[in-house]
């Protein structure tokens, strides 16, 4: 991940976009698997989400954001007795993924947001950049 | 000292504005990185130490959030998109001011 030579607008931009992208991956995980059960509470979905972390590169003065692990977070899975279900256990309880629905709205909004943000940064980088390429012609 | 030079203030001044540029570019891109301090420019500091009085480290200074988050990040986006469109039409300026002397350069040398 870490790249050699001094990081530049382009890189800032860029890997924010894929931390983010990370964190919209993980948000579309979470939603798709919210309310699935399983056979035990290990066995069960639980909610990922990433840890994001400042990476300082000292020779330019620029910070850049990276994906450091991803965790499981939220809460444990819900255990419901449903001895009908082929998931059951011995005892008859099924445990479901205890995914918060609406906390993964807002975060998968926010993800768009900053995504957003991002390719307007480098989209204005890149402007000024060709601008400045052009100088004096 | 700068007023000797082809490009006068405004080499430093670009410089200045790529700097700051990158810094708020930093910033948004660390928007959701908890305990991410946002930082910015001392322009006045920035150019002083770009034209060798002082060093660029030191105009380099921390934001003052306006409001405080729960995980330390002090990244307020609305601040920051306003400084870094400022900070891209001020970098336009400048590069019009050195188009606008190149050109000068140019048609004084030809005779025009």
């Known amino acids: 991940m ?16 894929s931390a983010q992208l990370v964190r919209m991956n993980t948000t579309a995980s979470n939603l798709a698997n919210s309310g699935n059960t399983a ?9 990922m989400k990433p840890v994001f972390r400042t990476s ?10 990276d994906v450091e692990r991803i965790v499981t977070a939220g809460e444990a899975p819900t255990k419901r007795y449903d001895p009908s279900n082929p998931m059951a256990d011995k ?9 918060d629905e ?15 943000n991002n390719v307007e940064v480098m989209n204005t980088a890149k402007q000024l950049v060709v601008d400045t390429l052009k100088m004096g012609r | 000292m700068a007023g000797e ?11 200045v504005r790529s700097q700051r540029m990158g810094l708020i570019a930093s910033n948004i891109a660390n928007a959701s ?10 322009f006045q500091g920035a150019l002083a130490a770009e034209q060798g009085a002082g060093r660029m480290a030191d105009a380099i200074k921390y934001r003052v959030p306006l409001q405080t988050s729960m995980d330390g990040n002090t990244v307020e986006l609305s601040q920051e998109q306003t400084d870094f469109a400022e900070n891209a039409v001020q970098y336009q300026t400048t590069l019009s001011f050195l188009t ?3 050109t000068q350069v140019t048609r004084a040398l030809k005779g025009e």
């Open chain 2, 33 to 42: 990185t908890p305990g991410f301090k946002a930082r910015d420019l001392d």
């Open chain 1, 56 to 65: 300082f590169d000292a020779a330019t003065g620029l910070s850049t954001v």
């Open chain 1, 91 to 99: 005892d008859g309880n099924i445990f479901e993924a205890a995914v």
């Open chain 1, 102 to 116: 609406s906390r993964e709205l807002v975060d998968m909004m926010e993800t768009a947001r900053t995504y957003q």
């Open chain 2, 100 to 102: 606008g002397r190149i």
């Open chain 1, 39 to 47: 056979g035990s509470a290990e066995a069960a979905y639980k909610t």
């Open chain 1, 2 to 17: 870490r790249m050699a030579g001094p990081v530049s607008i382009f890189q800032v931009a860029g890997r924010a976009m």
């Open chain 2, 5 to 15: 030079t082809l490009f006068g203030i405004h080499g430093a001044a670009l410089s």
